[in-house]
């Protein structure tokens, strides 16, 4: 079993910045894409970031190119969203996942942590 687990999200201004990090535990697979997804209530989930697992790859949906960064540490089993200028459409339940598959696809990823809010007020 791989059990993620979230953490770091809250309540911030428009403009603020928040880390996420997430640390995966049990039999993950010997290589694995991770991602985050989120949530706003009443829309889809959907694909914001996702690493390869050297880390030399990573993908950005349009809405948070040039605002979010992803990163892992393999060595500790991590995957981290830093989240700067953030907006109040940010506001959404955040999803860490990991899976076998290619990073960048929506369904690479079979495995999902229980989420972390994060509300940006204006």
């Known amino acids: 079993q791989v059990q993620l687990v979230e953490s770091g999200g809250g309540l911030v201004q428009t403009g603020a910045s928040l880390r996420l990090s997430c640390a995966a535990s049990?039999?993950?697979?010997?290589?694995?894409?991770m991602g985050w997804f989120r949530q706003a209530p009443g829309k889809e989930r959907e694909l914001i970031a996702g690493i390869s697992w050297s880390g030399g790859d990573t993908y950005y949906a349009d809405s948070v190119k040039g605002r979010f960064t992803i990163s892992r540490d393999n060595a500790k089993n991590t995957v981290s969203l830093s989240m700067n200028s953030l907006k109040p459409e940010d506001t959404a339940l955040y999803y860490c996942?990991?899976?076998?598959?290619?990073?960048?696809?929506?369904?690479?990823?079979?495995?999902w942590g229980q989420g972390t809010q994060v509300t940006v007020s204006s």
């Open positions: 049990g039999r993950t697979y010997k290589y694995y894409s």
């Open positions: 996942a990991l899976g076998p598959r290619r990073y960048r696809d929506y369904d690479a990823y079979d495995h």
